[in-house]
């Protein structure tokens, strides 16, 4: 069997769309696909440089100018927090929230950082 990729067409003109875990794998793949439907996207990384990186690929497949970088460690309730306030001061307007970071912890721990992980 063979499968053959068929894009959505969809106009998001006008939409914002942040997604989680976007520097790589579906939710780079995500986001581009956002991107090309005319959605503003808002890469959260937890690294802005491998964000930037995916930024730039981004734009150049799909020729947006509106694809941005902001950084949220998602094990981080602190960091959680700083990246809603600083959304928040950029726009009022959130029509998509893709939630693709996630870990696989083989056990419950509780981080250093101020927040709990739960495995399996």
Do not use: H, W
Not at 102 to 114: C, F, K, N, Q
């Amino acid at each position: 069997m063979i499968v053959t990729y068929v894009p959505f067409e969809s106009d998001l003109s006008g939409k914002v769309a942040v997604v989680t875990g976007a520097n790589s794998g579906m939710g780079k793949q995500t986001a581009c696909e956002l991107a090309r439907m005319g959605a503003r996207v808002v890469l959260a990384c937890r690294s802005t440089e491998r964000g930037e990186a995916a930024r730039r690929e981004i734009a150049a497949a799909t020729g947006s100018q509106e694809v941005s970088v902001m950084e949220v460690d998602l094990a981080s309730l602190a960091s959680v927090r700083s990246f809603a306030g600083s959304f928040g001061d950029r726009t009022q307007q959130l029509d998509v929230l893709v939630n693709n970071a996630a870990a696989s912890l083989g056990t419950r721990e509780v981080t250093p950082r101020d927040s709990s992980a739960t495995g399996p």
